[in-house]
Structure formats: C-alpha cells, structure tokens
C-alpha cells in the first residue's frame, strides 16, 4: 500500500484529530485535481485514435526525388503522417509483381491497412494480391479496380488539357504547337488539342509520344522535330520528361505549358502556367475517407471541383483580361461541368 492509502485509512479510521483530518482531505483533494489534469494533458497529446486507419504505405517505382511525380506521392504521405499521427511507409523500385509481393508482405507484418501504389501498373497487381489480404486496402492510379478492397484513383485530365490548351492557342505567334506526349491514352492530350482548335482554329496542333514516361533522350529529339516544324508552345504531357523539355524551350525563346507539378520556378517567363494535379491532396483526401469506412472500391474520378486539379502560377507576358477570361471559365466549368466548347 502507498503513502497516499495508508494516510487515507488513517483519516477513515480517527487516527489523526480533527483539525489534521481536515488539513489531509485538503491535500487529497488538490492531489485528485493534479492527477485529473494530467491525466488531461497527457490524453491532449494523443491523436485521436477512431477510424480505421492504423498505417499507411505507398509503393512508387522509381523514386520519390523526382521532383514531380514521385516526389508528389511522398508529401502526401507525410500529409497523412501529420494529420493522423501514425506510422507511415515507403518503398521505391516496385516495378513488378514479385518485388511488390514481398513489399505488401513486409507491410502486412508491420500492420499497414491502407497501401498507396503510385502508378497505373499498380491496378493489375493489386487486383491479384489483394484477395490475401482483406484487411487491406489497395489504392493504385488511373487502371481498373476489380475487388472489394481495391480502389483506383483516376484524374480527370480532360478538363486540365483543354484550359492549357486555350492558353497554348492564345500565346502562341507562329499558329504551330507542340505536345509531348507520354501515351495516347492520356485524356489530357485530347483536351489540349480541342482547347487549342476552340481558341485558335488556325492553330496547327503536332502531337509525338514518347511511350514512356521517363526516356528524356527521346522526348527531346521529339521537340526538336517539332520546333523544327514551327512549334513556338509545347506541352510536355510526361513527369519525366517536362523539366528538361521545358529547359531547352525556355533555351530557344519558346514557350511551355507545365504539367503535374507548378513549374514556374523554372522560367517564369517561358512558362505560361501549368496544369497541376495536386497528388498529395488527394492522398489525404483518400486516407480520410477510408479513415471514416467511407472509401469505395472501383473506379473513383476526381477533377477541379474537388479541388486536387488547378493551373499553376500564370507568365507575366499573358495579359490580364484573357487570364480572368480562363478563371471564369473555370469557375463555371466547376458549376456546370460544361467547358467552353459545349
């Protein structure tokens, strides 16, 4: 028995007199007020511990100093860190199936119950793992979820293209614009093109891909085929690629639309804006909605009106009255889903 006890049966009992009685129940007294307020402090200084999320993991497959993509999958995981206060881990390299295996594996046994797999090539080896692991959820990017606990996550890259393209249609001198293009799948493509012709139909739109989204030899042979040909705006629709395509652009006097990332910083004149998704958002966007057992499986599509897909920082050398022209668009694309060609 402590102090504190054996003190307590002494009072209980008539051991002390009446005036040391009633200095010891003061002293209880302020001691119970002590240990209820630390018990406060030290439940302040938890995270809240409801929902159901416990850890988080993200597999990328090259890494994440990229600057762009990668890089944009690691903030959001440090995103989900913060605000949830829970382990969270990752892994670059994961470029097939057997790699990505062991990686779920070792995530498992340390108890991750929501993994991130920061491409496309993710869907299909999601789709075959997942079944092993119930408990678990699988988050990929642009693919096709096909099981209960498995989600992809798909930006609606149209909309993105098509105010760039505007953009591209309205700047560029010589009526020739160039795009990039990693795959032909890509919706963004489309949405350039379309954006481009509405705002200029004069425009002459060259469209090259590259087939991957990292071969940056091959990417820059391409633009100077294009430039070659008259192209004075380029779109490098590729995270691997765009920074060093956007360098020699800025080197030849032209201009460059970014894309994924606000990439200002590399010419604030040679680059007009950027079409940015916001990863990193969306991660905490995601990881909240499982937290609150709110996260659907299948397909899921998100776009301005959630808030991940904006422009970036606009060039000094667009003028004013047609920037607030693209912002109304926008505006009202976000209300109506309807874009300016409609």
Same mark, same amino acid.
């Given at each position: 028995? &402590?102090?504190?006890?054996?003190?307590?049966?002494?009072?209980?009992? #008539?051991?002390?007199?009446?005036?040391?009685?009633?200095?010891?129940?003061?002293?209880?007294?302020?001691?119970?007020?002590?240990?209820?307020?630390?018990?406060?402090?030290?439940?302040?200084?938890?995270?809240?511990?409801?929902?159901?999320?416990?850890?988080? #993991?993200?597999?990328?497959?090259?890494?994440?100093?990229?600057?762009?993509?990668?890089?944009? #999958?690691?903030?959001?995981?440090?995103?989900?860190?913060?605000?949830?206060?829970? &382990?969270?881990?990752?892994?670059?390299?994961?470029?097939?199936?057997?790699?990505?295996?062991?990686?779920?594996? *070792?995530?498992?046994?340390?108890?991750?119950?929501?993994?991130?797999?920061?491409?496309?090539?993710?869907?299909?080896?999601?789709?075959?793992?997942?079944?092993?692991?119930?408990?678990?959820?699988?988050?990929?990017?642009?693919?096709?979820?096909?099981?209960?606990?498995?989600?992809?996550?798909?930006?609606?890259?149209?909309?993105?293209?098509?105010?760039?393209?505007?953009?591209? #249609?309205?700047?560029?001198?010589?009526?020739?614009?160039?795009?990039?293009?990693?795959?032909?799948?890509?919706?963004?493509? *489309?949405?350039?093109?379309?954006?481009?012709?509405?705002?200029?139909?004069?425009?002459?739109?060259?469209?090259?891909?590259?087939?991957?989204?990292?071969?940056?030899?091959?990417?820059?042979?391409?633009?100077?085929?294009?430039?070659?040909?008259?192209?004075?705006?380029?779109?490098?629709?590729?995270?691997?690629?765009?920074?060093?395509?956007?360098?020699?652009?800025?080197?030849?006097?032209?201009?460059?639309?970014?894309?994924?990332?606000?990439?200002?910083?590399?010419?604030?004149?040679?680059?007009?804006?950027?079409?940015?998704?916001?990863?990193?958002?969306?991660?905490?966007?995601?990881?909240?909605?499982?937290?609150?057992?709110?996260?659907?499986?299948?397909?899921?599509?998100?776009?301005?009106? &959630?808030?991940?897909?904006?422009?970036?920082?606009?060039?000094?050398?667009?003028?004013?009255?047609?920037?607030?022209?693209?912002?109304?668009?926008?505006?009202?694309?976000?209300?109506?889903?309807?874009?300016?060609?409609?």
């Amino acid at each position: 028995m &402590d102090i504190f006890g054996l003190n307590y049966l002494k009072i209980r009992s #008539g051991f002390y007199g009446e005036a040391e009685q009633r200095k010891m129940q003061k002293i209880f007294v302020r001691f119970g007020i002590l240990l209820l307020s630390l018990l406060l402090l030290v439940s302040c200084g938890q995270a809240m511990s409801s929902g159901k999320l416990k850890k988080a #993991g993200l597999l990328v497959p090259d890494t994440i100093n990229d600057q762009v993509w990668g890089t944009k #999958g690691y903030k959001g995981m440090l995103k989900i860190q913060s605000h949830y206060n829970i &382990d969270v881990y990752y892994k670059e390299g994961m470029n097939s199936k057997l790699v990505v295996e062991r990686a779920v594996k *070792e995530f498992n046994q340390k108890g991750v119950n929501l993994i991130f797999g920061h491409g496309n090539e993710y869907a299909e080896y999601f789709n075959e793992i997942s079944p092993q692991y119930p408990d678990i959820h699988f988050v990929s990017f642009n693919g096709d979820a096909e099981n209960s606990n498995t989600t992809s996550l798909n930006f609606e890259g149209y909309a993105m293209g098509f105010f760039g393209g505007m953009i591209a #249609g309205h700047m560029t001198k010589s009526n020739s614009i160039g795009i990039i293009a990693a795959y032909e799948w890509q919706p963004e493509i *489309e949405g350039f093109y379309e954006g481009a012709n509405y705002e200029n139909p004069n425009a002459d739109v060259m469209i090259e891909y590259v087939g991957n989204w990292d071969d940056d030899k091959k990417a820059i042979d391409l633009l100077d085929k294009i430039m070659a040909k008259g192209a004075d705006v380029i779109y490098p629709a590729g995270d691997g690629y765009n920074v060093p395509v956007i360098e020699k652009v800025k080197e030849k006097g032209h201009y460059a639309i970014g894309y994924i990332s606000d990439q200002s910083d590399l010419g604030e004149s040679a680059v007009l804006t950027s079409t940015i998704q916001h990863v990193d958002v969306l991660y905490e966007v995601v990881a909240d909605m499982f937290n609150k057992g709110e996260l659907k499986s299948g397909n899921l599509s998100f776009d301005f009106q &959630d808030g991940v897909i904006t422009l970036g920082k606009f060039s000094s050398h667009v003028d004013q009255k047609f920037i607030d022209k693209i912002n109304a668009a926008i505006d009202e694309y976000k209300k109506t889903g309807e874009l300016p060609n409609k």
